[in-house]
């Protein structure tokens, strides 16, 4: 009886679930053969010693790196920066040529190598290893270079920044700490909880106190679920699918004023800030929301039974922080919280584009 038949060995679903909890970095592994340029997305690479300078990669032999490699005996492994989750998700997909999309350059071995990249290695390959599904290249470093950005890190199913987002200038840790995933366990929320998302939403301010805002939620399982998920995008529906709730951020596009109604110039503005309430109170209580401009906004309208003077701003996916490789390819390498544009962008004195 060989190793793998040992009825002793763990579970391996437990096992994914314990390995996951082992931070790792991101590295792209890059061939070529004949001219043409491979790569594959790792985590599995790990330094064998200093003396001399080896590391070991390990690759699955349904892989299409894994036949060049075992052939020509070379790679190079590319530690990914912290801002290059997209490369990461490039090249996790099938696409045939993701270098088109990828500045690189041509490295001592061949081989290419990804510009802008935390660290890479160039080796050579002296020993290989399979074990179950996967194969062990075990190679001296011939070359490679470090910069100074951090790396990119991949732990419980998410990548990460060992850099944490920061501010220009001091703001309350619930601004920072706020952002909009789309992988989302199978946790459900009961209506207590979702009941007090609302209540800080309802607090809002809005234009003469007019509260145009409606949040119309359907939990998942309900009647209602499947309908409110058929008027998202394909693609939001690929990932919406696992949140606990979904909700119309609605509101009445008139209001009254000394007895008369007429149209409200606000009332998007002001659900604008009753979603942002929501939102903060959601994270703040460790649940986790995703806004969406991506649906059918006359097939939910009728879906929802909705009066021709309200109008739909907004739907929102909601649920507990889940595993990204639940998400399609495309979509795992931006799961992870964005920066954004300076003040100096945005902010102006007097004029539009003034200091």
């Given at each position: 009886m060989n190793g793998y038949e040992d009825p002793a060995l763990m579970n391996g679903e437990i096992f994914k679930s314990l390995m996951r909890n082992i931070a790792s970095s991101v590295a792209v592994i890059t061939t070529s053969n004949e001219g043409r340029?491979?790569?594959?997305?790792?985590?599995?690479?790990?330094?064998?010693?200093?003396?001399?300078?080896?590391?070991?990669i390990v690759v699955n032999r349904s892989t299409r790196s894994h036949p060049i490699i075992s052939s020509t005996k070379q790679f190079t492994v590319n530690i990914l920066a912290e801002d290059q989750h997209e490369i990461s998700g490039l090249f996790a997909s099938k696409q045939d040529n993701p270098f088109s999309a990828v500045e690189h350059r041509i490295g001592l071995n061949g081989n290419p190598i990804v510009v802008g990249a935390a660290a890479h290695l160039e080796c050579s390959t002296y020993y290989e290893l399979d074990?179950?599904?996967?194969?062990?290249f075990v190679g001296h470093v011939t070359s490679g270079d470090v910069s100074t950005v951090p790396p990119?890190?991949?732990?419980?199913?998410?990548?990460?920044?060992?850099?944490?987002r920061k501010p220009e200038r001091e703001v309350a840790p619930m601004f920072i700490d706020r952002w909009s995933p789309r992988a989302f366990s199978p946790s459900e929320i009961d209506d207590e909880t979702l009941m007090s998302l609302f209540e800080a939403a309802r607090w809002a301010p809005s234009s003469m106190n007019a509260q145009p805002w409606r949040f119309i939620y359907v939990r998942r399982g309900q009647a209602k679920w499947q309908a409110f998920l058929n008027t998202l995008s394909n693609t939001n529906r690929s990932w919406s699918i696992h949140a606990a709730a979904l909700i119309a951020f609605v509101s009445k596009?008139?209001?009254?004023?000394?007895?008369?109604?007429?149209?409200?110039?606000t009332h998007s503005f002001d659900t604008g800030a009753a979603w942002m309430s929501f939102a903060l109170q959601a994270n703040l209580s460790d649940w986790y929301t995703h806004g969406m401009a991506g649906f059918n906004a006359e097939k939910l309208a009728h879906e929802l039974e909705l009066p021709d003077d309200f109008a739909i701003n907004a739907v929102a996916a909601i649920g507990r922080l889940g595993d990204s490789s639940s998400l399609p390819d495309h979509l795992k390498a931006r799961e992870i919280p964005s920066e954004r544009k300076a003040l100096s962008e945005l902010v102006f004195n007097g004029t539009f584009g003034a200091a």
């Open positions: 340029l491979h790569g594959m997305t790792a985590t599995a690479v790990c330094s064998v010693s200093a003396d001399p300078a080896t590391i070991l074990v179950g599904t996967h194969t062990v990119l890190v991949y732990h419980e199913g998410q990548y990460k920044s060992l850099s944490p596009k008139t209001l009254q004023f000394d007895g008369k109604e007429f149209p409200s110039p």
